[in-house]
C-alpha cells in the first residue's frame, strides 16, 4: 500500500508492556516513498517483522518524548535501518531530553548511535522540519517538560500525532485542520492521571479538531478492561468524527480519510 499507517503495538503502561498484553512497537508512516517509525519502544523491531515492516526502509525515526515504552528499542532500530552504520542514512528527529538528555535523565539514544544517522535533530514545539515531500511539525504534548507530538503534512492528506499529553487548548490548536489524528488515550472515562488523556478528554478534544477520523491508542491496563473498542464506540456517539480503537498490527489507509485531493502544504497556514 502506498500509503498506510501500522500500529505495532498499541500497549501504554508499564503492566500492559511489561507482560506484552499489547505490543510496544510504535506505529510506522509509509508516506509514498517515506517511511516514518514514531515511538520505536519495547520489541519495536521484532514486531516490525512481525508486520512486515522493512527497518531498512525507515526514512526518519521520531521521539516523542524519553520514556522506555516510547523509545526502548530506539538504539536498536537506527542499527537496523543503517546496518549499523554501513549504510549511514536517515533522519533521527525527537524531544531535546531523548537527544542530549537532562539533570535527571540520560538521554534515550547512545552518542554511538546518533553517529549512524545521517542527520539529527531536536525539535520544540512550533519547529517545523522537510523531509523528502513530507513535512513535519513537532506540536505541544504536556507530559514531561520536552515532550512533543507530531504533525505531518502530505500532498494530499494531513496526519497528528498527539503522543502522551494532558487536554490543552495548544493541544487542540496544534492539531486542528488533520484529517487523521492518533490520539493517546491511556484511560477509560472516570479515570485520570497528569500527563494523559481519557475518554472525557479525548471527547473535548475531538468536538474542537474534528477530524475525519479518530484512532486511540496507547492503552493502559485499566483501559483494556473497559475494552477501547466500547470506549470509542461512547466517544463517537458524542461527536461527528468516525473513532476507532487500534488492535497490534491494524492498518489504515489515510487517502480513505482525505478531506479534498488538492495540495495541503505547510507554507498555507
Not at 483501559?223 to 488492535?247: C, G, W
Amino acid at each position: 500500500m502506498k500509503n498506510s499507517i501500522i500500529f505495532l503495538g498499541t500497549g501504554g503502561d508499564s503492566i500492559v508492556v511489561g507482560k506484552q498484553i499489547r505490543a510496544s512497537g510504535g506505529i510506522v508512516f509509509k508516506f509514498g516513498d517515506s517511511q516514518f517509525h514514531l515511538d520505536p519502544g519495547p520489541g519495536a523491531i521484532v514486531r516490525a517483522k512481525q508486520y512486515d515492516v522493512n527497518p531498512r526502509e525507515t526514512t526518519a525515526i521520531l521521539v516523542s518524548h524519553n520514556h522506555l515504552n516510547h523509545c526502548g528499542d530506539l538504539n536498536a532500530t537506527i542499527a537496523a535501518m543503517t546496518y549499523s552504520g554501513i549504510d549511514k542514512r536517515g533522519v533521527f528527529a525527537c524531544d531535546e531530553e531523548t537527544l542530549h538528555g537532562s539533570q535527571l535523565e540520560k538521554p534515550g539514544v547512545s552518542n554511538y548511535h546518533k553517529s549512524l544517522v545521517e542527520r539529527f535533530i531536536a525539535l520544540k514545539p512550533g519547529m517545523r522540519i522537510g523531509i523528502n515531500d513530507v513535512n513535519i511539525v513537532a506540536t505541544t504534548a504536556k507530559h514531561t517538560p520536552t515532550s512533543i507530538g507530531f504533525k505531518f503534512y502530505t500532498q494530499n492528506f494531513v496526519v497528528s500525532y498527539t503522543s502522551d499529553t494532558d487536554y490543552s487548548k495548544e493541544l487542540v490548536d496544534d492539531h486542528k485542520d488533520s484529517d487523521v489524528i492518533i490520539i493517546n488515550c491511556k484511560y477509560p472515562l472516570g479515570l485520570r492521571q497528569k500527563g494523559h488523556m481519557n475518554s472525557e478528554d479525548v471527547v473535548k478534544f475531538l468536538e474542537k479538531t474534528n477530524p475525519k477520523l479518530a484512532i486511540l491508542t496507547h492503552f493502559g491496563v485499566k483501559m483494556l478492561d473497559a475494552d477501547p473498542i466500547y470506549e470509542a464506540r461512547e466517544i463517537h456517539k458524542k461527536i461527528t468524527s468516525q473513532v476507532i480503537a487500534a488492535k497490534d498490527g491494524l492498518v489504515v489507509n489515510p487517502v480513505s480519510y482525505t478531506a479534498s485531493l488538492k495540495q495541503r502544504k505547510l507554507n498555507s497556514f
